[in-house]
C-alpha cells in the first residue's frame, strides 16, 4: 500500500515560498502518479499539481501554474511542491496522494493519502 508523509508546511507571507515534500513508502510499481491537494476551511478538496512517478510528466491546477513546481526525486522516494508567490487565499491544508497509473486531477482518483501539512499565509 502507498503512503506518504508530508512535510514543510508553516506561515509565509504573501508573495513568498515554501516548498513541500512528501516521502513515499509501499512503492511496489512504476507506473504510478502523486499529487498534491489542498482543502481550505469549509471548502472541498481541490488537485493543485500531479506528476508520473517514472514519466515525470505533470499537471497543474490553473490557478498555480508558473508559481508551483511538482517534482520527484526517485532515488529518495520523495515528492515535491515549490510553492512561489504565495496568496492568502491559498491557505489550506496540503496533501500528498498517490495513485496506481496516470496522471488524474480529481481528488477522488487517489486512493491514498497522507496525513496533511498546513500552510498559512498571511496578507
Known amino acids: 500500500q502507498l503512503q506518504g508523509v508530508e512535510s514543510g508546511g508553516g506561515l509565509a507571507q504573501t508573495g513568498e515560498s515554501l516548498r513541500l515534500s512528501c516521502h513515499v513508502s509501499?512503492?511496489?510499481?512504476?507506473?504510478?502518479?502523486m499529487g498534491w491537494f489542498r482543502q481550505a476551511p469549509g471548502k472541498g478538496r481541490e488537485g493543485v499539481a500531479v506528476?508520473?512517478?517514472?514519466?515525470?510528466?505533470?499537471w497543474y491546477a490553473s490557478s498555480v501554474k508558473g508559481r508551483f513546481t511538482i517534482s520527484r526525486d526517485i532515488a529518495e522516494n520523495t515528492v515535491y511542491m515549490q510553492m512561489n508567490d504565495l496568496k492568502p487565499e491559498e491557505t489550506a491544508m496540503y496533501y500528498c496522494?498517490?495513485?496506481?497509473?496516470?496522471?488524474?486531477?480529481?481528488?477522488?482518483?487517489?486512493?491514498?493519502w497522507g496525513q496533511g501539512t498546513q500552510v498559512t499565509v498571511s496578507s
Open positions: 496522494a498517490a495513485r496506481l497509473g496516470g496522471l488524474r486531477s480529481g481528488p477522488e482518483d487517489f486512493p491514498y
Open positions: 509501499g512503492l511496489t510499481d512504476d507506473h504510478y502518479s
Open positions: 506528476v508520473h512517478w517514472t514519466g515525470g510528466t505533470t
